[in-house]
């Protein structure tokens, strides 16, 4: 089997390139936020608060768990979700170590 594009690129690019196309997402930034707004939900919440959809908001919340920024207790016949706090603040590190590279002005007359 050949090389795939992402073998050329280290476990940390490709984990926050994984991290950032999962959260390149107006309606799961918006999630995002009602999680952090209410603590806990169930997926109907979201479709009332968001207007999308019910199988559009399980596909959002799937890519979401999928990298462990939220998830999910069962409580009856719904699913109910949260921030999970310490992926949360893994994700906000490694993103912030990202940030951090940037040491000053890059662009100038030779730009």
């Given at each position: 089997m050949g090389v795939t594009k992402t073998d050329l690129f280290s476990r940390k690019q490709n984990q926050i390139a994984n991290y950032a196309r999962v959260l390149a997402h107006p309606a799961r930034i918006a999630i995002l936020q009602y999680l952090l707004k209410t603590n806990s939900c169930c997926n109907s919440h979201l479709v009332d608060e968001l207007g999308l959809a019910q199988a559009?908001?399980?596909?959002?919340?799937?890519?979401?768990?999928?990298?462990?920024?939220?998830?999910?207790?069962?409580?009856?016949?719904?699913?109910?979700?949260?921030?999970?706090?310490?992926?949360?603040?893994?994700?906000?590190?490694?993103?912030?170590?990202?940030?951090?590279?940037?040491?000053?002005?890059?662009?100038?007359?030779?730009?």
């Open positions: 559009t908001i399980s596909q959002h919340l799937k890519e979401m768990k999928s990298i462990g920024i939220i998830q999910g207790t069962i409580e009856g016949v719904s699913v109910n979700y949260c921030i999970h706090s310490d992926k949360w603040m893994e994700i906000k590190g490694v993103f912030y170590q990202l940030f951090e590279e940037f040491k000053g002005p890059v662009c100038g007359e030779n730009c």
